[in-house]
C-alpha cells in the first residue's frame, strides 16, 4: 500500500495576502514597496514555484504582479538575473 | 551646463551666504561653503575663459600693514601713503583707474607681465601651478630670495621657501595674484595640525576682474615661447598604449559596475578590494588598473554615493553626458582625475621630496611637451625634466617647516608615474615598458587637440557577434555603441567586443532602446550588419519587456473592489493592481501610511500557549508572513500551521517579515518547529542509546582498552558508547576485573551543566560578528565562550593587550563597535546587572538563544 506523503505539493497561490483588509470606507498606503510584474499569470506562478526566485518575494497582488519588500530587491535582482531573466529595473515615479 | 548658467548659479549661492558678486565683501574664497566654493570650481578646467570675479577689496582685511604698503606700492606709488586707510584708498583707487592700471602694468618685469598674461588668457582664474609650469617651460627661472624675506608675513601666513614660490611670490605679495586659500602650497606650514597637502581647489589663483580688464585692454604680443630641450637621441623601440585604449577600459570598468548595480565602500570611503578582485577576474586584460579607473569614474562624477554611503552607484545621467563629449575632451577629463587622485592615507604624509603630488604629477605632464620628438634614455630626460621645470614641484622638507631649503634632487616620485601611470595614460612610450629609453606617447597629441583626422569606420560587426574596433577611428558615438558589447581584448591598434544578450541587457538598462543600438551600430561599421544580429537583439530586448521591477512604488488597498474602483476614479493617475489595490504615485493625505523603508512596527505579540495576535494596524508584511506559517484558531488568534508552512508559505522575505515585526520573544520550540516544517532543519530522530556511567567515568575512559569503545562525555560521569561497541565494552570492562551493572545509578549527576545550544566553534572574527549583529538585530540573547582581554605593560611602558582567562556565560548582546578596526560586542549579563566588552576575536565559540 503506497505511502500517504506528508509534505504537501509547493504552491505559488501560498505566496497571496490573507484577510484582514482594511475596514470598509479607509485605504491603506503601503510606501516603498518593489512591484514585480510579467507579462503573463503563467510566469509569475513558474516565477513563485522557484525556490530561488520566491525566498525574496513577499507576496502576490494579483495573477500578474507580486510585492518584494525594498530590502529584498536587489537580491530578488540578483536571483532573476542567475536564473537567466533580464528583468526590466525602473524607479518609480 | 553653460558658462553663464554656472555664473548664474555661482551668483545665487553667494547671495544666498549675504554675498553679493558685484560688490564682493568675503575674505577668502575658501570662507564659502562647500556648495558655492563648487560653483565656483566647477566653472574652472574646461579650457575656456572663465571669470569669476574675485574682487582684491575683499582681502584687505587679511593683509597686514607691511603687505598693504607693498600692495600699494605697488597699484598706486605716486600715492605715497603711509596709514593702512591711506594704503587702502590708495588701492582701491588705481582699481577703479584704467589710466593708473595701464602705468602699473606698464612696469611690470618681463616674468610678472607673461605670468599675468597667461592667466589672463584663462580668464580670472587659473591652478597656480599651471602658471608655474608655463613660466618655467618658457625659460624663465627663480630669483635667489624670497620677496620681504622669509619672515614677512602674507595674509596672516609665512610664504614658503622654494623654488616655485619664489617665481610667482612679488605677484603674491602684492596681490596681482589672489590665492584661493591660506591652506594654498604657497604657505608654510606652522604647526602639525596644518601638515595636510594642499588640494587642487587651494592651488587656485585669481586676478581682480579690473587687472584681467585692464590686461586685456594693454595686451602686448608675447615674445616668449615654449623652448624645447636638446637631449641626445638613443636607437630604441619604444612603443605607448593608444589614447583610446584609456577610454575603452574606462566604458569597460563602467559596464563591470552597471552590471552589479554599484560598487561597495570600505568603512574609510575606499573600494572594497572584493571588488578589485572581482573585476580582476572578470577582465583580467585590466591588470590591474580597474582601481584607478574607479577612481576616475568618482572623480568625473559618474559614480557616487548612495545615502548610506555605503556604496557607490552609477549615475547614468552624468555617464551619458561624459560619452557626448570629443573623445579629446574625454581623455584630458580621464587624465586631470589622474592629476587629482587621492592619495591613500598612509601615503599623504609620507613626504617623497614633492611639494604636492596633484601638483608635481600636473607639471610632469605639462613638462613633457618639452621632450624631443626622438627617444631619449629615461634618466637623461627626468634629469633634464628636472632642471628645467620639475624643481619647482619639489621642495625639501626644511623649506615646509620654515626652514633654509637644501638642495634638491630628482625625487623617485617622478620615474616611479613615468614608468607606471604615464605609460598607461598613453602620455609615455617605453622601450618595453623597461627602465631604458622613452619618448612622448600619443596622448600629447590628443591632449594638444592634434588628432589625426578620421577617414575610415570605426566598427566592424562580424555574423558571430564579434565587433572589431579601429581605435585610430573611434568617435564617441560608436564608442557608445560599445556599451551594448563586452571587450575582450585590446591591442595598439584594434579591439575585439562582443555582443551577448547580457551586454545587451545591460545597455538597455542604462536607458538606450535596441533600435537606437542597432542603428549606431550600423551607421559606424564598415559592413552592413548581420541580419541574424537584428532579430537577436530584437528578441533579447522583448524578453526584457516581459519581466518588470519597479523600485519605490506606493499601493494603495481598499476593502473591496468596488472601493478600490471609486478611489481609482478620484486619483489622478492611479491604476489598478489585482482587486483591491491601486498603484499611484503619492499616498493620499487620509491614507494609514506604512512605510516598508523604515523599521515595521512590532504587532505581533505572542501568548504564553504559543498562539499569538496582531495587535493594531498589520501591514503587508505581517499579513504575508502570517499567512504563510499560521491559521486562524480563534478570533485574532493564530498558531503556527505545519501544513501551512510545509506547502511552502514560510521563505526568507516572510520570516524575516516575521521576525521584525513580533513583539515578545518566539518561544524556542516553536521557532526550531518553524524550521523543521520548512525543511531548514532535518526532522529530529529518536533512538536507543547505551551510556557508560560512574563517578570516574572520565577517568576510566582515558585507559586504551575502553577509549576506544566509548564516544561523547555528557558529563565527567557519563559518557556514550559507540553504536555496536556495547558487547566489546562489556567484555573489556570484565577484563579489567569490573563487574558491569545494568541500571543508572541515580544518586550520579549525569549532566553538569545545560547550554542555550551547541556553540558554534573556531569561526573567523567576520563571520562572529556577522552573527552578532544578526542576533542585536533581532534581540536574541546569545551564549559566549571567550577569552577576557589582559591589558600589560611592556619593559618600555606601552599597554599590551593579550588573551586572559577564558569564561563561558549566557549575555544580552548590545552593540559592536570599534577600537581603530578591531570589533569589540558591547553586551550585559542577563539579569542586567553587570556590563562586558568583549573582543570579538577573543570569542572561541557562541550559540545564539
Known amino acids: ?93 | 551646463m553653460a558658462k553663464s548658467d554656472i555664473l548664474e548659479t555661482l551668483r545665487r549661492a553667494l547671495a544666498g551666504q549675504g554675498v553679493d558678486l558685484e560688490n564682493l565683501n568675503i575674505k577668502m574664497l575658501s570662507d564659502l561653503d562647500e556648495d558655492a566654493q563648487n560653483v565656483v570650481m566647477g566653472t574652472l578646467g574646461d579650457g575656456a575663459p572663465q571669470r569669476i570675479g574675485v574682487r582684491l577689496e575683499a582681502f584687505y582685511e587679511r593683509m597686514n600693514a607691511d603687505q598693504l604698503k607693498c600692495v600699494a606700492m605697488r597699484f598706486n606709488p605716486a600715492a605715497k601713503a603711509a596709514r593702512v586707510v591711506d594704503n587702502r584708498k590708495a588701492i582701491t583707487q588705481s582699481l577703479n583707474s584704467p589710466a593708473l592700471l595701464a602705468t602699473m602694468l606698464a612696469k611690470l618685469p618681463e616674468l610678472e607681465r607673461n605670468a599675468l598674461d597667461f592667466v589672463a588668457r584663462h580668464g580670472d582664474a587659473v591652478n597656480g601651478w599651471d602658471i608655474i609650469s608655463y613660466l618655467a617651460g618658457v625659460g624663465f627661472t627663480a630669483p635667489k630670495q624670497l620677496p620681504g624675506g622669509s619672515s614677512m608675513s602674507f595674509y596672516g601666513s609665512r610664504m614658503m621657501d622654494s623654488d616655485a614660490v619664489r617665481l610667482i611670490g612679488t605677484l603674491l605679495r602684492d596681490c596681482l595674484l589672489i590665492p584661493h586659500s591660506s591652506q594654498a602650497s604657497w604657505f608654510g606650514r606652522g604647526y602639525y595640525y596644518q601638515q595636510s597637502p594642499s588640494t587642487p581647489e587651494d592651488d587656485v589663483l585669481y586676478i581682480d576682474p579690473r587687472v584681467e580688464q585692464a590686461l586685456r585692454k594693454n595686451a602686448k604680443p608675447s615674445t616668449r615661447s615654449r623652448v624645447p630641450l636638446k637631449l641626445p637621441s638613443v636607437q630604441a623601440q619604444v612603443s605607448a598604449p593608444h589614447p583610446a585604449r584609456v577610454l575603452l577600459e574606462l566604458a569597460e570598468v563602467m559596464n563591470l559596475v552597471l552590471a552589479s548595480a554599484g560598487v561597495t565602500l570600505t568603512r574609510d570611503g575606499w573600494v572594497s578590494k572584493p571588488v578589485l578582485t572581482r573585476f580582476a577576474k572578470l577582465r583580467p586584460w585590466l591588470e590591474g588598473r580597474s582601481g584607478f579607473y574607479l577612481d576616475a569614474l568618482i572623480g568625473l562624477g559618474c559614480l557616487r554615493p548612495d545615502s548610506s554611503e555605503t556604496t557607490l552607484k552609477p549615475d547614468i545621467t552624468a555617464w551619458s553626458r561624459f560619452q557626448t563629449l570629443p573623445l579629446e575632451a574625454q581623455y584630458t577629463q580621464v587624465l586631470e582625475c589622474y592629476i587629482q587622485t587621492l592619495d591613500q592615507p598612509q601615503a599623504i604624509h609620507a613626504f617623497d621630496g614633492v611639494t604636492n603630488r596633484h601638483a608635481a604629477r600636473r607639471g610632469l605632464v605639462s613638462s613633457l611637451a618639452l621632450l624631443p620628438n626622438h627617444a631619449v634614455a629615461i634618466d637623461t630626460a627626468l634629469d633634464a625634466l628636472f632642471e628645467r621645470s620639475l624643481r619647482y614641484f619639489c621642495s625639501s622638507r626644511e623649506s615646509l617647516w620654515g626652514g633654509k631649503p637644501t638642495k634638491l634632487e630628482l625625487p623617485a616620485f617622478f620615474k616611479r608615474e613615468v614608468l607606471g601611470s604615464l605609460h598607461d595614460l598613453g602620455l609615455v612610450a617605453l622601450e618595453g615598458k623597461k627602465d631604458g629609453a622613452m619618448s612622448v606617447g600619443p596622448g600629447i597629441a590628443w591632449l594638444n587637440g592634434q588628432r589625426e583626422p578620421i577617414t575610415s569606420s570605426a566598427l566592424l560587426v562580424q555574423p558571430n557577434f564579434d565587433v572589431l574596433v579601429y581605435l585610430d577611428a573611434l568617435n564617441p558615438l560608436a564608442l557608445a555603441a560599445l556599451s551594448g558589447a563586452d571587450c575582450q581584448r585590446i591591442d595598439a591598434q584594434t579591439a575585439t567586443y562582443t555582443i551577448s544578450r547580457a551586454s545587451i541587457y545591460r545597455a538597455l538598462e542604462t536607458g538606450l532602446s535596441a533600435t537606437t543600438l542597432l542603428e549606431m551600430l550600423e551607421m559606424f561599421s564598415s559592413s552592413p550588419l548581420p541580419r541574424n544580429l537584428f532579430s537577436s537583439v530584437t528578441e533579447w530586448a522583448g524578453r526584457r519587456e516581459r519581466l518588470s521591477l519597479t523600485e519605490g512604488v506606493t499601493l494603495l488597498e481598499y476593502h473591496s473592489a468596488s472601493e478600490r474602483d471609486a478611489g481609482i476614479a478620484q486619483l489622478k493617475g492611479a491604476t489598478a493592481v489585482g482587486e483591491r489595490f491601486a498603484l499611484v504615485a503619492h499616498a493620499p493625505k487620509k491614507a494609514v501610511v506604512h512605510n516598508y523603508s523604515s523599521n515595521p512596527t512590532r504587532t505581533i505579540a505572542f501568548q504564553n500557549d504559543g498562539t499569538f495576535k496582531l495587535e493594531g494596524g498589520s501591514d503587508l508584511g505581517a499579513r504575508a508572513a502570517i499567512a504563510g506559517i499560521a491559521t486562524l484558531v480563534s478570533p485574532e488568534t493564530y498558531a503556527f500551521s505545519a501544513e501551512t508552512v510545509r506547502r511552502g508559505g514560510f521563505n526568507a522575505a516572510t520570516r524575516e517579515a516575521f521576525l521584525a515585526r513580533v513583539k515578545n520573544k518566539i518561544p524556542a520550540s516553536l521557532e526550531a518547529l518553524l524550521s523543521i516544517w520548512s525543511g531548514k532543519l532535518a526532522p529530529p530522530s529518536l533512538a536507543p542509546i547505551t551510556v557508560f556511567q560512574h563517578e570516574q567515568a572520565a577517568a576510566l575512559a582515558t585507559h586504551p582498552s575502553l577509549q576506544v569503545h566509548l564516544d561523547a562525555a555528557l558529563s565527567p560521569t557519563a559518557m556514550l558508547v559507540k553504536r555496536g561497541a556495547e558487547k566489546k565494552l562489556e567484555a573489556a570492562l570484565s577484563a579489567l576485573g569490573l563487574e558491569v551493572g545494568q541500571v543508572l545509578r541515580d544518586n550520579i549527576k549525569m549532566v553538569e551543566s545545560q547550554s542555550l545550544s551547541p556553540l558554534q566553534m573556531g569561526l573567523d572574527t567576520r563571520k562572529m560578528r556577522g552573527i552578532l549583529e544578526t542576533a542585536i538585530a533581532q534581540r536574541r540573547d546569545v551564549e559566549l565562550q571567550y577569552h577576557s582581554e589582559k591589558t600589560t605593560q611592556t619593559r618600555y611602558g606601552y599597554p599590551e593587550k593579550s588573551r586572559g582567562k577564558v569564561v563561558q556565560e549566557a549575555l544580552k548582546p548590545i552593540s559592536v563597535t570599534y577600537s581603530a578596526s578591531t570589533p569589540y560586542l558591547n553586551a550585559v549579563t542577563l539579569e542586567g546587572e553587570e556590563t562586558r566588552r568583549i573582543r570579538i576575536g577573543y570569542i572561541l565559540g557562541l550559540a545564539i538563544a
Open chain 1, 1 to 93: 500500500m503506497p505511502r500517504a506523503k506528508k509534505t504537501p505539493e509547493p504552491s505559488s497561490s501560498a505566496n497571496a495576502i490573507l484577510e484582514p483588509a482594511p475596514p470598509s470606507g479607509t485605504a491603506l498606503a503601503h510606501q516603498n514597496l518593489a512591484l514585480l510584474e510579467v507579462a503573463d499569470a503563467a510566469d509569475l506562478q513558474s516565477l513563485l514555484l522557484d525556490p530561488r526566485v520566491k525566498s525574496f518575494v513577499l507576496s502576490a497582488v494579483s495573477p500578474t504582479q507580486a510585492v518584494v519588500l525594498p530590502q529584498h530587491s536587489k537580491a530578488l535582482l540578483e536571483a532573476l538575473k542567475k536564473a537567466g531573466h533580464t528583468p526590466k529595473v525602473r524607479v518609480h515615479g
